[in-house]
């Protein structure tokens, strides 16, 4: 999908990592090592491919999705900061959905190589802007590193004065080869229905038979999915539950940057910090991760 951003290469920033710039001027990372390929955007700090040498792309990214930077990316892994789905009232109804991290632009701290692959880190911190939607400084970290296993890390540094609560999820979309090939194992036994407004029970594994968007409550630290093509185990650190979602063909219909026929070939499986969030005390930070590996 990458092939549709027309990016310019910049310059090298180490042996695997080149930036490059799209032409209405957003910025990416474009890494190729000896692990995996991998892209992210500046904007909005947001990783749109990963590959691993031999494997399927893991995740999936809409067709037409904007790329000029009003809007997120819609597929990869957006990163859902300082709240998930809609603001909360004491917050404001008019802020934007799933926060301001994935509709800002990020600087690269730094780029370096590992044994096991390339480390890239980037910076958000609070301005004037940020402060005016959310009271409260911070300097929101996030790290990939890319390898033959992809790890994220988001953390969240609380630099004011007094506490600061949030909710983030790692919104990974995860390109399938069809609805019927998706199994997820390991998401516990409790949800709740966003669809339907209530909590439900679920015995046995995860099928996708029909629209849905679930937050399990109890997961396992590791949850287990196949996708068609392999089997991928995430692992999923600090978090306290696993959303899963797709549109199914109704849902897909009425988005414009979703593309129309794509809902059956995509599943979104995200480590996420929901319902009361997490507590940061002012000096003390937090960290979400999601490590994806392949076992099969």
């Known amino acids: 999908?990458?092939?549709?951003?027309?990016?310019?290469?910049?310059?090298?920033?180490?042996?695997?990592?080149?930036?490059?710039?799209s032409d209405s001027g957003l910025s990416y990372l474009l890494i190729k090592n000896k692990h995996a390929e991998a892209a992210i955007s500046l904007f909005g700090a947001h990783l749109m491919r990963y590959q691993a040498n031999g494997k399927h792309p893991l995740l999936w990214m809409s067709n037409t999705t904007l790329q000029d930077g009003t809007k997120p990316f819609r597929g990869g892994v957006p990163i859902c900061w300082p709240w998930f789905g809609p603001a909360s009232a004491e917050i404001g109804a008019d802020k934007p959905l799933h926060g301001f991290a994935r509709i800002s632009e990020w600087?690269?701290?730094?780029?370096?190589?590992q044994t096991d692959g390339t480390l890239v880190h980037l910076v958000l911190e609070s301005s004037e802007k940020t402060l005016e939607m959310w009271p409260h400084a911070f300097r929101l970290e996030f790290e990939v590193l890319v390898g033959a296993e992809l790890t994220m890390s988001l953390t969240t540094g609380n630099t004011g004065d007094s506490e600061l609560?949030?909710?983030?999820?790692?919104?990974s979309y995860f390109d399938t080869l069809n609805t019927e090939s998706v199994k997820?194992?390991?998401?516990?036994?409790?949800?709740?229905?966003?669809?339907?407004?209530?909590?439900?029970?679920q015995d046995g594994d995860f099928l996708l038979t029909e629209a849905v968007d679930r937050i399990y409550t109890a997961p396992e630290a590791s949850v287990t999915f196949t996708n068609g093509y392999e089997t991928v185990q995430l692992d999923n650190g600090n978090a306290n539950s696993v959303v899963v979602w797709n549109p199914w063909?109704?849902?897909?219909a009425n988005m414009a940057d979703?593309?129309?026929?794509?809902?059956q070939t995509m599943v979104c499986v995200e480590t996420a910090l929901t319902g009361e969030g997490v507590v940061v005390a002012a000096g003390e930070e937090y960290t979400l991760s999601a490590t994806l590996r392949y076992i099969a």
Request: glycine share 6%; no cysteine; hydrophobic share 35%.
């Open 184 to 201: 997820v194992s390991g998401l516990g036994n409790r949800y709740f229905d966003k669809l339907a407004q209530s909590e439900k029970a």
């Open 107 to 113: 600087q690269l701290e730094g780029v370096s190589e």
């Open 258 to 263: 979703f593309d129309d026929d794509r809902w």
């Open 249 to 252: 063909e109704k849902g897909a």
């Open 165 to 171: 609560r949030y909710r983030a999820a790692l919104h």
């Open 1 to 21: 999908m990458l092939e549709n951003f027309n990016l310019t290469k910049q310059k090298e920033l180490t042996s695997y990592v080149t930036l490059a710039t």
